[in-house]
């Protein structure tokens, strides 16, 4: 009987045991499954909170990722327009897609014998007495300054890239002025007008020729275009080898020169500008007749020589019956300044009986005395463009 009962201990202890370590390992299965079951759900949470991260940040607006809608402000530089020498040189900018460093250097003003050079241009060569030469661009500077060059009377047009233009000195204001020219229409000073009567807008020429008065009063003088108006597709040019732009009219009337004819080129190739600090006009009379009298000082007091330049051009212009591109010869220059005698004559803003514009410095179709580089003539129609006939920017600062 003892052994019975011991065996039926042995079988409820054991049975026991195994209920305890079910018990124990079910714990386990069911802690174990709980946990997986919340860090998967924290996975999940977190990943949402990622996706919610990479909506705000990282995806651009409007642009769907896995059914993620993006919210990112992107900059579109694709229709930037910028260049490196628009930016100051050292700054940085971003035009389509692109990073760029800017080259633009500010330009300093500069003086060469107290003669201001405006901005945007630079001294190429050449004195206040032989003419000094500017270019708009800068590949040009200093290339025939006396450092490089020795003969600063006579700065070649060669190898320059850019528009360029002469200083003409005004020391006197009381030898400013218009002056009776040698033979072409032979009259005297006082049957012209400037500014004239019947301006294209009286008052604002009015106005326009005093600034220039100013101007010239203060800074004792003014640009010239070296060479005859040149013509590159639709735009004015100064330069050597140009083709001469001629067959253009004076304006359309002498109330409204409209936006095709000298008048209207001359004033917008500079005036007005980003990036200059100058006037453009077509030339004046009295401009004019200031070259003459800086080339030959007998010209105020009608006294020159028979030989001299402004009143015999032979041999110093294109009389030659044809003609012939900006700066063809560099013996029709003088003071530094091409072709003020023959190839076109050309359009000023002088005025004579109301009625007619007039031109100056005889074509290639005259004769160098007849029509020498200080004559005048009237064509008979201003609104008509001529095959002689072209023009020459002024420049006042």
């Given at each position: 009987?003892m052994?019975i009962?011991?065996s039926k201990k042995?079988i409820?202890w054991?049975?026991?045991?195994?209920?305890?370590?079910?018990i124990i390992?079910?714990s386990v299965i069911?802690?174990?499954?709980?946990m997986?079951?919340?860090?998967?759900?924290g996975?999940?949470l977190?990943?949402?909170?990622?996706?919610?991260?990479l909506?705000?940040?990282?995806?651009?607006?409007?642009?769907t990722?896995g059914?993620?809608?993006?919210?990112?402000?992107?900059?579109?530089?694709s229709?930037?327009?910028?260049?490196?020498d628009?930016?100051?040189?050292g700054?940085t900018?971003y035009?389509?897609?692109?990073?760029?460093?800017?080259?633009?250097?500010?330009?300093?003003?500069?003086e060469?014998?107290?003669?201001?050079?405006?901005?945007?241009?630079?001294?190429v060569?050449?004195?206040k007495d032989?003419?000094?030469v500017?270019?708009?661009?800068?590949?040009?500077?200093?290339k025939?300054s006396?450092?490089?060059?020795?003969?600063q009377a006579?700065?070649?047009?060669?190898?320059?890239i850019g528009n360029?233009?002469?200083?003409v000195?005004?020391?006197n204001?009381?030898d400013?002025?218009?002056?009776?020219?040698?033979?072409?229409?032979?009259r005297?000073?006082?049957?012209?007008?400037?500014?004239?009567k019947?301006?294209?807008?009286?008052?604002?020429?009015?106005?326009?020729?005093y600034?220039m008065?100013?101007s010239v009063?203060?800074n004792?003088g003014?640009?010239?275009?070296?060479?005859e108006?040149?013509?590159e597709?639709?735009?004015?040019?100064?330069?050597?080898g140009a083709?001469?732009?001629n067959?253009i009219?004076?304006?359309?009337?002498?109330?409204?020169?409209?936006?095709a004819?000298?008048?209207?080129?001359?004033?917008n190739?500079?005036?007005?500008k980003d990036?200059?600090?100058?006037?453009?006009?077509?030339?004046?009379?009295?401009q004019w007749?200031?070259?003459m009298?800086?080339?030959?000082?007998?010209?105020?007091?009608t006294t020159?020589?028979?030989?001299?330049?402004?009143?015999?051009?032979?041999?110093r212009?294109?009389?030659?019956?044809g003609?012939?591109?900006?700066?063809?010869?560099?013996?029709y220059?003088?003071?530094?300044i091409y072709?003020l005698?023959?190839?076109?004559?050309?359009w000023?803003l002088?005025e004579?009986?109301?009625?007619?514009?007039?031109?100056r410095?005889?074509?290639?179709?005259?004769s160098?005395?007849?029509y020498n580089a200080?004559?005048?003539a009237?064509?008979?129609?201003?609104?008509?463009?001529?095959?002689?006939i072209g023009f020459?920017v002024?420049?006042y600062?």
């Amino acid at each position: 009987m003892m052994k019975i009962k011991d065996s039926k201990k042995k079988i409820i202890w054991l049975i026991t045991v195994i209920a305890l370590i079910t018990i124990i390992l079910g714990s386990v299965i069911i802690r174990n499954t709980v946990m997986n079951q919340e860090a998967k759900e924290g996975n999940q949470l977190a990943g949402a909170n990622q996706n919610s991260e990479l909506i705000a940040n990282n995806i651009k607006k409007g642009v769907t990722i896995g059914g993620v809608t993006g919210t990112l402000e992107v900059l579109d530089t694709s229709d930037a327009t910028a260049t490196p020498d628009k930016i100051f040189k050292g700054e940085t900018a971003y035009v389509n897609g692109k990073k760029i460093t800017g080259t633009y250097e500010e330009q300093m003003d500069a003086e060469i014998e107290g003669i201001k050079i405006p901005k945007g241009f630079y001294y190429v060569g050449g004195t206040k007495d032989s003419g000094i030469v500017i270019s708009d661009n800068k590949a040009d500077e200093n290339k025939y300054s006396a450092q490089n060059y020795s003969d600063q009377a006579n700065i070649p047009a060669d190898g320059l890239i850019g528009n360029q233009f002469v200083w003409v000195p005004v020391e006197n204001m009381a030898d400013f002025k218009r002056y009776t020219s040698y033979y072409g229409s032979n009259r005297p000073i006082t049957s012209y007008e400037e500014p004239a009567k019947t301006g294209y807008n009286y008052e604002t020429e009015v106005e326009d020729y005093y600034s220039m008065i100013k101007s010239v009063r203060k800074n004792k003088g003014f640009f010239v275009a070296r060479f005859e108006a040149g013509k590159e597709e639709e735009t004015v040019v100064s330069k050597k080898g140009a083709s001469v732009w001629n067959l253009i009219e004076w304006g359309s009337s002498l109330t409204n020169p409209g936006t095709a004819g000298a008048v209207a080129k001359a004033e917008n190739m500079y005036t007005d500008k980003d990036g200059y600090d100058v006037t453009s006009t077509l030339i004046y009379g009295i401009q004019w007749d200031t070259i003459m009298g800086w080339i030959d000082p007998a010209y105020k007091t009608t006294t020159c020589a028979d030989n001299s330049f402004v009143k015999n051009s032979t041999g110093r212009g294109n009389y030659s019956g044809g003609i012939a591109k900006c700066g063809s010869n560099d013996s029709y220059r003088i003071k530094n300044i091409y072709d003020l005698a023959g190839n076109v004559s050309e359009w000023t803003l002088e005025e004579y009986e109301t009625k007619f514009r007039v031109t100056r410095g005889g074509n290639y179709s005259s004769s160098p005395t007849g029509y020498n580089a200080s004559s005048r003539a009237e064509p008979s129609w201003f609104t008509m463009g001529y095959n002689n006939i072209g023009f020459r920017v002024a420049l006042y600062l």
